[in-house]
């Protein structure tokens, strides 16, 4: 390349260039000089407030005191759910001088496993600055003495008291109120709020505890810190005090509830007791249940596997999640249908051990005889209600069902609820179009009414309905359940026939007082009648006499119980079933028996409650201490 | 310039308007380093006031230089610093993640700050040999272009960006002021326009990330943004006349990262201002200027072009700094000369002035007192 060279270049022209480019250059030099005094002043002046903001924010630290759970209590304001003060042992990672030789140290005072220290070393690495993390919680106190006192030599150690959740009823109220723990990395990004990764602190998991969340958990306080970026302390400033949650009254009964989650034993099943009046539920327990105690602790692997194993499922709500044919419970609830649309309650139908349709020939458990509605009612006579559904119609029947809380989703504060069907011709077609698997045929058939009409087929109820159910018939009133308060008024009426109502419960009186099928399970109390319906469900199609009353227990029948009392004045109502109980007379019945017996007479109940236990081999409390040592024993054998 | 008759001559022939404005400088920055190590003057303040008394007193000695001496030393010394930066290259001491030092046991040796003074001289001297005629044609540009761009490849690869860009901006300037046709710094200026999103392809993944984050730093407030979020927060918090000396927050309490080195200027207008940054600055200004009447003033093409060179260097010391601490440019890691605690950076511009005292007093025959 031979770059232009028009005329000669001498020294005269070079320094004139010289100066020409040194003017220039030192005009460069002077424009970026003012460049840098005219940023130096918009940043400084302009933007001064929003970086004076920034830096303050920089500089202030809120550290977050969390405040204490809100009580949950029974409706005699019996506690259910409380905060016991216990002993805990946070790292401060930024304190710490040598992180292992503290840690070994930790390990020979307080027994920390090999998992936990692993946990430790795990957090430590993620956090950083001022944000503590846990070393363990509900520490003993010997253990945490024994850390205090060598508290000197361990720098970034940080003792404190802490509070627990505790429930007192242990498995009896599992289901009903869950349990706490620490938020997990989803509920945090839900929320972004930093209390929720604040060691220590736990929110509601399951059950009223996640519900009710927002009421019980509380208003953080703080700690107004100057804090290094590091996140070591550099002063305090003023504090703001946290405020507790609110205590939450709920309806429930806890000493009720916890008898009949004593009482239900090692079946697997589920109690509702409500105040048939007002509607409020007294007791609901599902069991076996977990304990929240231990889940509120942060539960093992080993444990966890143990339940989620368990054929009994122990962490399924029963009440709420489990949908069971009624069966023959909800007899009572056809013949109010019945006599709604004019079937008169006198009208005999005879049984001859079944009902003919066609070809098809639809058993009944006995030879009834002549019956009318108030003997089938007692004696469980399939044979009437084949044939006076069959009279009527199951869309007239549907309804009926309906209107006393069969299929129905209830406004209750709860995680989840499945409600059931009931089924009737524009459910059938619908569900034709959409899960032909479930539907064979498009058209309600005389087979689908006969069966729904003794509690098969298509419909399916849970165990709360059916309690709702009972409570509707007994007190002819439109109760709706209710989980949280205590209500003081009853609810208004349902509004149906008095005198419909009255055969109805006349049926159910005999059922148990009579010469009826619960007849075993008379309440011993003068006085105190307990009228009722046992059913059974079938968990598997009849195959010729094999009829689920003997085999596998998974595959033996469902024991389902509807009952209220007392017959003169209705104030209790409920349902009981045992899944696998072989048949609702036989195991739901007696526990319906001494869960209301201990309403009018404790000492009785618990007398005849202490004989049971016996058997069992021990109180609940007892048989949970032994499966948590249970639970302990496989983790240990597990890790070794 | 101090006019009494019984400061001895040599003495009050100093250029003591240049070195008060250099005390003047130093004693902020030590100031502002007693303040960033929390009000004490461990572990930076005292050591960096013995650096720079040292490195003064060094550069006052060099004063006496003769012209000549220093354009006999201009080739071999550039010589010796290009082996030195080829040394490092291949057993290079690994630190910082970068390969930067020689390690000589008893100092670490950093090449790359040598060159800065070594291409300004070799650029003067080559032009000072160029006939005048030849100004325009080819080979008054390829061996300049071979003598900025053999360091600064090497200086990249180290990888040190800030340095190897300071070292070509120097070498341009150099080449501009001797007057190097303006078509050789358009052209490579459109092709520089063009070539840099295949560079940024190139660059390492920290220096990538540094661009990334200067062009928005707020798109990573806690990873590589923090520095330049942390420092415009700092600067703009102080308001006009800063929050008070020992009273900077981000500094105090660590929200500002380098505040001692490379951010040491968010740390001291945190405290003194508007007013304080200001003041900084002009006394740079006036270094400068100094330095650029040295240039003007020189009698030898090549005092011209080394003193306008070394002018340059600590130019593009200051004003890549200040617009990094401020947010106009990317982090590059290049330290406000004099202010910043490091002796490198001190040596540099101790060694500049040196060789601009030494030029200077070649200008002058006879003593200003008289």
């Given at each position: 390349m031979k770059l232009e060279n028009a005329k000669r270049f001498t020294s005269v022209h070079q320094s004139l260039t010289f100066s020409r480019r040194m003017a220039i250059a030192a005009g460069a030099q002077t424009a970026v000089g003012a460049l840098l005094i005219g940023r130096l002043g918009w940043l400084a002046v302009a933007e001064n407030q929003h970086y004076q903001l920034l830096a303050e924010s920089n500089r202030v630290q809120l550290i977050i005191v969390p405040p204490r759970r809100g009580w949950i209590v029974d409706r005699n304001g019996k506690p259910i759910a409380i905060n016991r003060s216990d002993f805990r042992v946070d790292l401060i990672p930024d304190q710490l001088e040598n992180p292992e030789q503290t840690l070994r140290a930790l390990r020979e005072l307080m027994g920390l496993d090999a998992e936990e220290v692993d946990r430790i070393l795990r957090e430590l690495k993620a956090a950083h600055g001022y944000r503590p993390v846990q070393v363990a919680e509900n520490v003993p106190f010997d253990k945490y003495a024994a850390v205090t006192v060598r508290l000197p030599e361990l720098p970034g150690v940080n003792p404190m008291r802490g509070f627990s959740r505790f429930y007192p009823g242990g498995p009896a109220v599992g289901h009903l109120v869950g349990y706490v723990g620490a938020a997990s990395a989803e509920e945090y990004e839900k929320e972004k709020n930093p209390l929720l990764i604040t060691p220590g602190f736990k929110i509601g998991k399951e059950g009223l505890e996640q519900t009710l969340e927002q009421r019980l958990r509380g208003i953080p306080g703080g700690q107004r810190v100057e804090l290094t970026a590091r996140g070591k302390l550099v002063r305090e400033l003023e504090p703001k005090p946290d405020r507790s949650g609110a205590a939450v009254q709920l309806a429930i009964d806890a000493e009720l509830q916890e008898y009949a989650a004593r009482r239900i034993g090692e079946e697997s099943g589920s109690c509702v007791i409500i105040d048939c009046w007002t509607g409020d539920i007294l007791a609901m327990v599902s069991m076996p249940a977990y304990d929240p105690n231990s889940f509120s602790d942060g539960i093992g692997r080993t444990e966890w596997k143990m339940l989620s194993e368990d054929p009994r499922q122990p962490l399924r709500n029963k009440v709420l999640n489990s949908l069971y044919p009624p069966g023959s419970t909800i007899k009572p609830m056809g013949a109010l249908a019945l006599q709604l649309h004019g079937v008169d309650p006198k009208e005999r139908v005879f049984c001859p051990g079944g009902y003919r349709l066609g070809n098809r020939f639809f058993r009944c458990l006995g030879r009834h005889g002549s019956v009318d509605m108030h003997r089938a009612i007692a004696k469980s006579c399939n044979t009437y209600f084949y044939a006076m559904g069959h009279r009527i119609g199951y869309d007239k029947i549907a309804p009926m069902a309906r209107k006393l809380g069969l299929g129905q989703k209830f406004g209750l504060p709860v995680v989840s609820q499945s409600y059931?069907?009931?089924?009737?011709?524009?459910?059938?077609?619908?569900?034709?179009?959409?899960?032909?698997?479930?539907?064979?045929?498009?058209?309600?058939?005389?087979?689908?009414?006969?069966?729904?009409?003794?509690?098969?087929?298509?419909?399916?109820?849970?165990?709360?309905?059916?309690?709702?159910?009972?409570?509707?018939?007994?007190?002819?009133?439109?109760?709706?359940?209710?989980?949280?308060?205590?209500?003081?008024?009853?609810?208004?009426?349902?509004?149906?026939?008095?005198?419909?109502?009255?055969?109805?419960r006349?049926?159910?009186?005999?059922?148990?007082?009579?010469?009826?099928?619960?007849?075993?399970?008379?309440?011993?109390?003068?006085?105190?009648?307990?009228?009722?319906?046992?059913?059974?469900?079938?968990?598997?199609?009849?195959?010729?006499?094999?009829?689920?009353?003997?085999?596998?227990?998974?595959?033996?029948?469902?024991?389902?119980?509807?009952?209220?009392?007392?017959?003169?004045?209705?104030?209790?109502?409920?349902?009981?079933?045992?899944?696998?109980?072989?048949?609702?007379?036989?195991?739901?019945?007696?526990?319906?028996?001494?869960?209301?017996?201990?309403?009018?007479?404790?000492?009785?109940?618990?007398?005849?409650?202490?004989?049971?236990?016996?058997?069992w081999g021990g109180s609940l409390a007892e048989r949970n201490e032994r499966r948590a040592n249970a639970v302990k024993a496989a983790a240990a054998a597990k890790i070794a | 310039m101090i006019s009494s008759a019984i400061i001895p001559q040599p003495l009050a022939r100093l250029p003591w308007r240049l070195i008060f404005l250099v005390l003047g400088i130093a004693s902020i920055g030590i100031l502002t380093l007693y303040s960033a190590a929390g009000g004490a003057i461990r572990p930076w303040a005292l050591k960096q006031g013995i650096t720079i008394l040292f490195f003064?007193?060094?550069?006052?000695?060099?004063?006496?230089?003769?012209?000549?001496?220093?354009?006999?030393?201009?080739?071999?010394?550039?010589?010796?610093?290009?082996?030195?930066?080829?040394?490092?290259?291949?057993?290079?001491?690994?630190?910082?993640?970068?390969?930067?030092?020689?390690?000589?046991?008893?100092?670490?040796?950093?090449?790359?700050?040598?060159?800065?003074?070594?291409?300004?001289?070799?650029?003067?001297?080559?032009?000072?040999?160029?006939?005048?005629?030849?100004?325009?044609?080819?080979?008054?540009?390829?061996?300049?272009?071979?003598?900025?761009?053999?360091?600064?490849?090497?200086?990249?690869?180290?990888?040190?960006?800030?340095?190897?860009?300071?070292?070509?901006?120097?070498?341009v300037t150099v080449m501009f002021v001797a007057g190097v046709p303006l078509r050789v710094f358009m052209i490579p200026g459109a092709a520089v326009a063009v070539a840099i999103p295949v560079v940024y392809q190139l660059l390492h993944g920290y220096q990538r990330r540094r661009i990334d984050t200067f062009l928005d730093p707020e798109s990573d407030p806690l990873g590589a943004g923090y520095h330049i979020t942390q420092s415009k927060i700092a600067i703009g918090s102080g308001g006009v006349f800063g929050k008070g000396y020992l009273n900077g927050s981000q500094s105090h309490l660590d929200y500002l990262p380098e505040g001692h080195t490379d951010f040491v200027f968010a740390t001291m207008v945190e405290e003194w201002g508007l007013f304080g940054g200001t003041l900084l600055i002009l006394a740079f200004a006036f270094v400068i200027r100094w330095g650029m009447r040295v240039s003007i003033n020189a009698k030898t093409r090549f005092a011209q072009l080394a003193a306008a060179g070394l002018s340059a260097t600590i130019f593009f010391y200051v004003s890549i700094n200040l617009l990094m601490v401020m947010g106009l440019a990317p982090v590059v890691g290049v330290p406000l000369p004099l202010v910043s605690f490091g002796g490198s950076a001190v040596m540099t511009i101790m060694l500049c002035l040196g060789i601009l005292m030494a030029l200077e007093r070649q200008q002058r025959t006879t003593s200003r007192l008289v």
């Amino acid at each position: 390349m031979k770059l232009e060279n028009a005329k000669r270049f001498t020294s005269v022209h070079q320094s004139l260039t010289f100066s020409r480019r040194m003017a220039i250059a030192a005009g460069a030099q002077t424009a970026v000089g003012a460049l840098l005094i005219g940023r130096l002043g918009w940043l400084a002046v302009a933007e001064n407030q929003h970086y004076q903001l920034l830096a303050e924010s920089n500089r202030v630290q809120l550290i977050i005191v969390p405040p204490r759970r809100g009580w949950i209590v029974d409706r005699n304001g019996k506690p259910i759910a409380i905060n016991r003060s216990d002993f805990r042992v946070d790292l401060i990672p930024d304190q710490l001088e040598n992180p292992e030789q503290t840690l070994r140290a930790l390990r020979e005072l307080m027994g920390l496993d090999a998992e936990e220290v692993d946990r430790i070393l795990r957090e430590l690495k993620a956090a950083h600055g001022y944000r503590p993390v846990q070393v363990a919680e509900n520490v003993p106190f010997d253990k945490y003495a024994a850390v205090t006192v060598r508290l000197p030599e361990l720098p970034g150690v940080n003792p404190m008291r802490g509070f627990s959740r505790f429930y007192p009823g242990g498995p009896a109220v599992g289901h009903l109120v869950g349990y706490v723990g620490a938020a997990s990395a989803e509920e945090y990004e839900k929320e972004k709020n930093p209390l929720l990764i604040t060691p220590g602190f736990k929110i509601g998991k399951e059950g009223l505890e996640q519900t009710l969340e927002q009421r019980l958990r509380g208003i953080p306080g703080g700690q107004r810190v100057e804090l290094t970026a590091r996140g070591k302390l550099v002063r305090e400033l003023e504090p703001k005090p946290d405020r507790s949650g609110a205590a939450v009254q709920l309806a429930i009964d806890a000493e009720l509830q916890e008898y009949a989650a004593r009482r239900i034993g090692e079946e697997s099943g589920s109690c509702v007791i409500i105040d048939c009046w007002t509607g409020d539920i007294l007791a609901m327990v599902s069991m076996p249940a977990y304990d929240p105690n231990s889940f509120s602790d942060g539960i093992g692997r080993t444990e966890w596997k143990m339940l989620s194993e368990d054929p009994r499922q122990p962490l399924r709500n029963k009440v709420l999640n489990s949908l069971y044919p009624p069966g023959s419970t909800i007899k009572p609830m056809g013949a109010l249908a019945l006599q709604l649309h004019g079937v008169d309650p006198k009208e005999r139908v005879f049984c001859p051990g079944g009902y003919r349709l066609g070809n098809r020939f639809f058993r009944c458990l006995g030879r009834h005889g002549s019956v009318d509605m108030h003997r089938a009612i007692a004696k469980s006579c399939n044979t009437y209600f084949y044939a006076m559904g069959h009279r009527i119609g199951y869309d007239k029947i549907a309804p009926m069902a309906r209107k006393l809380g069969l299929g129905q989703k209830f406004g209750l504060p709860v995680v989840s609820q499945s409600y059931g069907t009931v089924p009737d011709s524009a459910w059938k077609a619908q569900k034709f179009k959409n899960n032909r698997r479930v539907v064979e045929r498009p058209d309600w058939t005389a087979s689908d009414t006969l069966n729904a009409s003794i509690g098969q087929g298509f419909l399916i109820v849970n165990p709360l309905q059916l309690a709702v159910m009972a409570g509707r018939i007994a007190s002819g009133r439109d109760i709706q359940p209710g989980l949280v308060g205590v209500r003081k008024n009853a609810a208004p009426p349902i509004g149906l026939e008095p005198k419909h109502l009255e055969t109805v419960r006349g049926g159910m009186w005999e059922v148990v007082n009579g010469d009826g099928t619960a007849g075993a399970s008379r309440l011993q109390i003068p006085g105190v009648e307990m009228c009722g319906k046992t059913g059974t469900a079938q968990v598997r199609k009849i195959v010729g006499s094999q009829r689920g009353q003997s085999g596998d227990w998974k595959y033996r029948d469902h024991g389902l119980f509807v009952f209220f009392a007392p017959f003169d004045n209705p104030r209790y109502a409920g349902a009981v079933v045992i899944e696998h109980g072989l048949g609702g007379a036989r195991a739901a019945a007696p526990v319906a028996k001494d869960v209301l017996t201990f309403l009018f007479d404790r000492p009785k109940a618990l007398a005849s409650l202490a004989a049971l236990e016996e058997q069992w081999g021990g109180s609940l409390a007892e048989r949970n201490e032994r499966r948590a040592n249970a639970v302990k024993a496989a983790a240990a054998a597990k890790i070794a | 310039m101090i006019s009494s008759a019984i400061i001895p001559q040599p003495l009050a022939r100093l250029p003591w308007r240049l070195i008060f404005l250099v005390l003047g400088i130093a004693s902020i920055g030590i100031l502002t380093l007693y303040s960033a190590a929390g009000g004490a003057i461990r572990p930076w303040a005292l050591k960096q006031g013995i650096t720079i008394l040292f490195f003064l007193t060094v550069a006052i000695g060099m004063s006496w230089t003769s012209e000549s001496t220093i354009k006999q030393v201009a080739f071999p010394m550039y010589a010796v610093v290009l082996v030195m930066l080829i040394i490092v290259e291949a057993v290079g001491f690994v630190g910082k993640g970068a390969q930067r030092w020689i390690d000589l046991g008893i100092i670490r040796l950093q090449p790359s700050e040598f060159m800065k003074l070594a291409i300004v001289l070799v650029l003067a001297r080559f032009y000072e040999l160029l006939p005048a005629g030849d100004i325009r044609k080819w080979r008054a540009i390829w061996p300049a272009v071979a003598l900025i761009g053999v360091p600064a490849a090497l200086i990249i690869l180290q990888p040190d960006l800030g340095t190897a860009l300071m070292i070509t901006f120097i070498g341009v300037t150099v080449m501009f002021v001797a007057g190097v046709p303006l078509r050789v710094f358009m052209i490579p200026g459109a092709a520089v326009a063009v070539a840099i999103p295949v560079v940024y392809q190139l660059l390492h993944g920290y220096q990538r990330r540094r661009i990334d984050t200067f062009l928005d730093p707020e798109s990573d407030p806690l990873g590589a943004g923090y520095h330049i979020t942390q420092s415009k927060i700092a600067i703009g918090s102080g308001g006009v006349f800063g929050k008070g000396y020992l009273n900077g927050s981000q500094s105090h309490l660590d929200y500002l990262p380098e505040g001692h080195t490379d951010f040491v200027f968010a740390t001291m207008v945190e405290e003194w201002g508007l007013f304080g940054g200001t003041l900084l600055i002009l006394a740079f200004a006036f270094v400068i200027r100094w330095g650029m009447r040295v240039s003007i003033n020189a009698k030898t093409r090549f005092a011209q072009l080394a003193a306008a060179g070394l002018s340059a260097t600590i130019f593009f010391y200051v004003s890549i700094n200040l617009l990094m601490v401020m947010g106009l440019a990317p982090v590059v890691g290049v330290p406000l000369p004099l202010v910043s605690f490091g002796g490198s950076a001190v040596m540099t511009i101790m060694l500049c002035l040196g060789i601009l005292m030494a030029l200077e007093r070649q200008q002058r025959t006879t003593s200003r007192l008289v």
